[in-house]
């Protein structure tokens, strides 16, 4: 391990959390042309400081390199039930901070515009902040505002200087995908009005470790975060963190909510205590938790290696579904390439007719599994499960079963 500082407290960290080994980018599909040609492979480190306990990613590319050259390939609204999830989140945030015309919305990451047309329907004027062009287009195409930009304290500056504010800063997954946190969070508190409320949602790493869910680590993902450790990092900018809401998205996430600190309302939340309480009973302020997870990570991998190699040998022919960064860390990780899996589908239009970086398994659209009638469907977006189960159900007609490998193989009928 090469010796680092923690991206938030700048101690020299010392501490292993997981080492997946060598891994492509996780979102470069491959054209068929681009097969023949080599790809870059990076160490996929993580660390943890004993320090504040954030949980990071050594840095292996730019966030140039990965969020903006014109070409990401990650667009929010083909979840159903992602869609459902932020409109809830819609409906329910307008009505507690009574926002209304009057009001400023700005959503950092704001990808296709699957969120802010939420409140665009209901005229309250909205912003977004999203560095990749071609999913920043689709939203301006929905007629939703956006600047093409990285948030941080220059472009908050740049807000501000506009006149928009905001009475609510959200941003939905993107805390983890940021290489300089401190920027970032001061660039919130910045662009945030007197008396606004700020919401970020993001996988929680209680989750990550207690369900082994180490196929959420890779390349865009620079930390991983504990409500320990997160409350920190914005107390540090003059941020409180008021209240939270534990929530099943992503295979557990949470949504904090931060105000101000010199702001008396809302009070804060007991639910903050509850789960600090719940964190350190998980030994979440104890390094040796964090030192305990990499032999979890291997457990995995072979248990799904030894269900691969079993089916296979029995003549099963296997696909995947989901065409997901997850997945792919998982299928490179394990070594899973066309020698396990026939082919994976997406519903993506983006990524069909590519193929999997490192893996090179093609993507296809998701009829082609009722053409080849697949013995088991492999779902990479574990946490999509019940969606895809659902839309895929008619393979049961032939005797298809499902498998789902995070925490570890499963098999549903």
Not at 20 to 37: A, C, F, R, V
Not at 125 to 154: D, Q, R, S, W
Not at 378 to 398: C, G, S, T, Y
Request: aromatic residues 10%.
């Amino acid at each position: 391990m090469k010796n680092s500082c923690c991206r938030f407290c700048n101690n020299l960290i010392q501490h292993n959390f997981a080492d997946l080994g060598m891994l492509p980018i996780t979102n470069d599909y491959l054209s068929q042309d681009e097969l023949n040609q080599s790809e870059k492979f990076y160490p996929i480190r993580v660390n943890v400081c004993e320090k504040c306990f954030l949980v990071q990613l050594e840095d292996i590319e730019s966030r140039e390199y990965l969020f903006s050259d014109g070409n990401y390939s990650y667009f929010s609204s083909y979840s159903d039930s992602w869609l459902k999830h932020v409109k809830a989140y819609s409906d329910m945030i307008v009505e507690k901070l009574e926002l209304n015309q009057n009001s400023q919305i700005l959503e950092i990451a704001s990808n296709d515009g699957y969120l802010l047309q939420y409140f665009q329907e209901k005229q309250i004027p909205v912003l977004g902040v999203e560095p990749a062009g071609n999913v920043a287009k689709v939203a301006e195409e929905k007629g939703i505002p956006v600047i093409v930009k990285f948030f941080g304290v220059e472009t908050a500056k740049e807000i501000v200087a506009q006149g928009k504010q905001a009475d609510l800063v959200l941003g939905n997954n993107v805390l983890a995908h940021v290489p300089d946190l401190n920027d970032f969070v001061a660039g919130m508190k910045f662009v945030l009005k007197p008396s606004g409320i700020l919401t970020m949602e993001f996988p929680h790493l209680l989750q990550l470790i207690k369900h082994n869910q180490f196929d959420t680590i890779y390349d865009e993902h620079f930390s991983y975060f504990s409500f320990l450790a997160v409350e920190k990092i914005f107390a540090t900018h003059g941020l409180t963190l008021f209240d939270v809401e534990e929530i099943p998205t992503h295979g557990g996430s949470i949504r904090i909510y931060g105000k101000h600190k010199n702001v008396t309302n809302p009070i804060v939340s007991d639910r903050i205590n509850q789960l600090k309480q719940k964190e350190i009973l998980a030994g979440l302020d104890n390094i040796e938790t964090y030192l305990k997870f990499g032999e979890k990570v291997k457990e995995t991998k072979r248990k799904l290696l030894i269900f691969l190699i079993e089916a296979k040998a029995a003549g099963k022919a296997i696909a995947a579904y989901g065409a997901a960064a997850k997945g792919n860390t998982l299928l490179n990780y394990c070594g899973i390439r066309t020698d396990f899996i026939d082919y994976v589908v997406d519903r993506s239009p983006h990524k069909q007719g590519l193929f999997l970086p490192g893996s090179h398994i093609p993507i296809l659209s998701p009829d082609k599994i009722f053409e080849t009638k697949p013995d088991y469907l492999l779902i990479l977006p574990w946490n999509l499960k019940d969606e895809v189960m659902e839309q895929m159900a008619k393979i049961r007609e032939w005797g298809g079963k499902f498998v789902v490998p995070i925490p570890e193989a499963q098999v549903y009928p």
